[in-house]
């Protein structure tokens, strides 16, 4: 299990802002190069990326459904790199699905400039919270990649869980996430479990009759 640290987790944050980010074009805001759109689509970003089983498990419902062997490859590669015991940062269930209060990790992405926070706002509320990567942002997973080879595994996933999320928001996300009874029954506040066991059956089991 990865041990936590608030600059380890504003470095995966920043990952999966960037991965998630749709491109940016403001004349007026050069600075600005992509905006991750909901709080709630950054919280299922991050649990896919916190949990590598139930990414593993997405996965393989991609590869039932399609027969595309990359996402079989990309499976299996999770098993055997040991990630659901050595990845693994666990998270909470709260009222609407995984929850981890990331305040820390933002606060540091926002005092840096690296992400900047803004949102939509209907009668003074919030109704959205959106995450704007800027160009310093960006440069530093550029400089962290070619300084800290190590941290390339956090680009690859952000990326990955990126392209299984497609253009989902984050309520489809937390609805497909719904759908692993583990994750559905654990109680209020309690920490949703692994499923590794059960994804490396499955996908042992699509290993044998291929």
């Known amino acids: 299990m990865t041990i936590r640290t608030a600059h380890r987790d504003a470095l995966r944050l920043l990952f999966a802002i960037r991965a998630g980010a749709q491109p940016l074009n403001h004349a007026d805001l050069p600075d600005e190069v992509g905006m991750f759109r909901g709080e709630a689509r950054l919280w299922a970003f991050d649990f896919w990326i916190r949990n590598p089983d139930y990414m593993a498990a997405e996965l393989l419902d991609l590869y039932s459904a399609t027969g595309d062997a990359g996402w079989l490859a990309s499976a299996e590669s999770i098993f055997s790199n040991g990630e659901p015991d050595l990845r693994r940062v666990p998270m909470i269930r709260y009222f609407f699905g995984a929850f981890d209060r990331l305040d820390d990790a933002l606060a540091l992405l926002r005092s840096r400039d690296l992400v900047r926070i803004t949102g939509v706002k209907s ?49 489809a996300l937390k609805e497909a996430q719904y759908k692993r009874a583990a994750y559905a029954e654990t109680t209020l506040g309690g920490i949703i479990p692994s499923i590794a066991a059960e994804v490396a059956r499955r996908l042992a089991e699509i290993k044998a009759t291929t």
């Open 123 to 171: 009668f003074d509320k919030v109704r959205e919270t959106d995450f704007v990567l800027t160009t310093r942002g960006d440069s530093l997973c550029n400089t962290c990649l070619v300084e800290a080879p190590v941290l390339q595994w956090y680009a690859d996933r952000a990326a990955l869980v990126a392209k299984v999320a497609g253009d989902r928001g984050g309520a």
